[in-house]
């Protein structure tokens, strides 16, 4: 079985018919980033949580000219320990799908560790990780798919990206990039099953 037909066989086994959020952050910047904006949707695409917080750390600029979230925009917003339990609540041992899961893991992880929190439990399932195998660009240095951004996702999937860098939007467009995937899956394991 080529990858392609794999990274279809394997959002099957991993989505089809399962109850999975979607989770995606906005964050101070590179440097050892915190959470500024969190996004979390159902996979029916109901919203769950839509926050903006104030970061312990500034904001760098660099970050507030890509997402448009700058310090003056959280400086009334309440800090992560304000949001902790209504977030591990929502995504505490459940299937969480994340466009690049090891990024806002990290910054999930460096914001629960600045207030001295635990990190709630979850299954990460990396949609980026997966869309790679299904674009198909090996990177013979790194023995590797390339990743890519999740504006080629969309773009592959033809589903219409809305305020990118925005947390709610990206998962917005991280479930219709899903769906698709799933769809497609569906309609290549029915071709292959008629092949049988």
């Known amino acids: 079985m080529d990858k392609t ?13 399962h109850d999975f959020l979607v989770l995606d952050t906005e964050t101070t ?3 050892k980033p915190e959470l500024v904006s969190i996004g979390i949707i ?3 695409g109901v919203v769950l949580m839509d926050e903006l917080v104030r970061p312990a750390k500034p904001i760098e600029p660099g970050a507030s000219r890509i997402t448009g979230i700058t310090n003056e925009a959280v400086v009334d917003r309440p800090e992560f320990p304000a949001i902790y339990e ?6 505490g041992g459940r299937l969480v799908v ?9 910054v999930l992880r460096n914001t629960c560790n600045r207030y001295n929190l635990a990190m709630p439990p979850i299954e990460a399932w990396c949609a980026m990780e997966w869309f790679a195998k299904v674009y198909g660009h090996w990177d013979n240095y790194r023995g590797n798919y390339t990743w890519q951004k999740l504006s080629t996702a969309a773009g592959y999937f033809a589903v219409e990206q809305h305020d990118a860098h925005n947390a709610l939007s990206d998962c917005i467009t991280t479930l219709r990039i899903i769906e698709a995937g799933l769809k497609r899956a569906r309609e290549l394991e029915f ?3 008629r092949l049988l």
Do not use: C
């Open 86 to 91: 209504r977030l591990k609540e929502t995504i």
């Open 29 to 31: 910047g590179l440097n």
């Open 42 to 44: 159902d996979n029916n």
């Open 5 to 17: 037909k794999q990274a279809f066989s394997d959002i099957l086994r991993a989505l089809d018919g």
């Open 98 to 106: 994340i466009y690049n899961s090891a990024y806002d893991l990290k």
């Open 191 to 193: 071709h292959m099953d």
